[in-house]
Structure formats: structure tokens, C-alpha cells
């Protein structure tokens, strides 16, 4: 079938429980999704490839592996939006299923129309933003460009995950302001994102890490307290 036939895109559900995946994709349906059911880890990541998902939502406990183990997999052949979706709650699951690659994380026993309400979020964010800037961008031996997704830091790329790049493109393209808490997770995480704000932290302190910067002393990314973060040149 045509993912140009189903208006909200195709969905690759990699979810082992009958009771959970087949109520799930028919909401994907009724909600005009193309659901995609995967039972293990390998069917999931033949699925991937073959097919070409819009939105990969899944489950990390599978038969035959780990879905951090998918997650990995997955991110290191595309940029495919991941919901992550558990049994487990805690805030450091969560966190390294963030650290993973995860773009969102929805706890079991979840609303399906809540879930496709993230589902339509991620996408959007995914999509990118009609009035960002396209041209590259240079901030002392930090170079990033938008339209190819690449950021490098004195000629080396940096391996970013999705959230890390947009965070630092929001960042550079406000060089030497300071950008609202807000602000970044309006742009970087939607307007109606349902987590907690504590995410925004977690990956700033992983950029970062990744940009060099002392977490004791960040010079690169400072915080302003209760207002944001403003970003100054590497080593500046």
C-alpha cells in the first residue's frame, strides 16, 4: 500500500501482545495512519528497511531482544521518528531510552488518543520548521548545517541525535542570546508536548559532553537561571 494513502503516514507498531497491538492499529486506522505490525526485534528491523516507516513506535520488551537494542539499530541506519512505548516508568528509563535515540516515551497502560496525539507531534517536529534557516551556519570552530543535518566542532562532524542537532541549530541561530526554556521546548519539542521539562535538561547536558563543554563550568552553553540557555563560541 502507498503511504501517500494514508494522510497521517505509515506506522511501524513493534509490539509482541495481541491485546495491546491489534486495538492500537485499528485506532491507527480509524485516525488514518498505515499501521505496520512487527512481533520481534528482527521482523521490526526487516520491516524498517523494506517498507520505509514514517514513525517507528516500540515496545522494549520483545521475544527475541531488547527494544533499546531496535532503537540503536534503527538509529544508526535512518532518522526515523521512535515512540518508545513500556512497561517501565521510572525517570531513568526514560532517560536511556532518550540517550538511545528515542524521540518520545509513552508508558503501558497508555490512551490511544493521547498516544497518536504524540504520534502526530513527533511527526510534526520531524518535519522540521518551514521558517528555519536553510544556509550554514559558523560559530568560531562550530559549523553547523541545517539542510544536511550535519553539525562539526574544529572539522570533525559530531554524532548528534535528532533532539541534540535541533537543540544546538535553535542555539546557534540565536548565538550570544539568551533562549527561553520555552522557547526551546516550543521549537525542539512542540508546542503541546506532554513530558516533563526535565528532558530539555538531560539533553542539554549531553550536548555538552559531545561539544566539549566542562559541566562544572559550561563556557559554551550557559545557563541562565530561570530564564534559558545562551550559547557562545566553543572555547570561547
Same mark, same amino acid.
Given at each position: 500500500m ?12 513493534v ?17 488514518g495512519?498505515?499501521?505496520?505490525? @512487527?512481533?520481534?526485534?528482527? =521482523?521490526? +528491523?526487516? %520491516?524498517a ?5 514514517? !514513525?517507528?513506535? #516500540?515496545?522494549?520488551?520483545l ?29 531513568m ?12 516515551y ?14 502526530r507531534?513527533v ?27 550535519? @553539525?562539526?566542532?574544529?572539522? =570533525?562532524? +559530531?554524532? %548528534? ?6 537543540? !544546538?541549530?535553535? #542555539?546557534?541561530?540565536?548565538?550570544g ?26 539533553h ?7 561539544l ?11 545557563t ?7 550559547l557562545?563560541?566553543p572555547?570561547?
Amino acid at each position: 500500500m502507498d503511504s501517500s494513502a494514508a494522510p497521517g503516514g505509515r506506522t511501524l507498531v513493534v509490539e509482541d501482545e495481541a491485546s495491546i497491538y491489534e486495538p492500537f492499529a485499528e485506532a491507527l486506522r480509524r485516525a488514518g495512519f498505515e499501521p505496520l505490525l @512487527a512481533a520481534t526485534a528482527a =521482523e521490526a +528491523l526487516r %520491516l524498517a528497511a523494506d517498507a520505509g516507516p514514517d !514513525l517507528v513506535m #516500540l515496545d522494549l520488551a520483545l521475544p527475541d531482544g531488547d527494544g533499546r537494542d531496535v532503537c540503536r539499530e534503527l538509529r544508526r541506519r535512518s532518522d526515523v521518528p521512535i515512540v518508545m512505548l513500556t512497561a517501565r516508568g521510572t525517570e531513568m528509563d526514560k532517560i536511556v531510552g532518550l540517550e538511545h535515540g528515542a524521540d518520545d516515551y509513552v508508558v503501558k497502560p497508555f490512551s490511544a488518543a493521547e498516544v497518536i496525539s504524540r504520534i502526530r507531534a513527533v511527526l510534526r517536529r520531524s518535519g522540521g520548521r518551514d521558517d528555519a534557516p536553510r544556509g550554514p551556519i559558523a560559530i568560531g570552530e562550530l559549523a553547523l548545517d541545517p539542510a544536511a543535518r550535519v @553539525a562539526r566542532l574544529g572539522g =570533525e562532524e +559530531l554524532e %548528534l541525535s535528532r533532539k541534540e542537532f535541533d537543540l !544546538l541549530a535553535e #542555539l546557534m541561530r540565536n548565538a550570544g542570546q539568551v533562549v527561553s526554556r520555552e522557547d526551546l521546548m516550543s521549537r525542539v519539542w512542540d508546542v503541546n508536548w506532554f513530558g516533563s521539562t526535565k528532558t530539555l535538561d538531560v539533553h542539554i547536558g549531553w550536548l555538552r559532553r559531545k561539544l566539549g563543554d566542562d559541566p562544572a563550568a559550561p563556557g559554551c552553553i550557559e545557563t541562565v537561571r530561570g530564564v534559558g540557555f545562551r550559547l557562545a563560541a566553543p572555547g570561547g
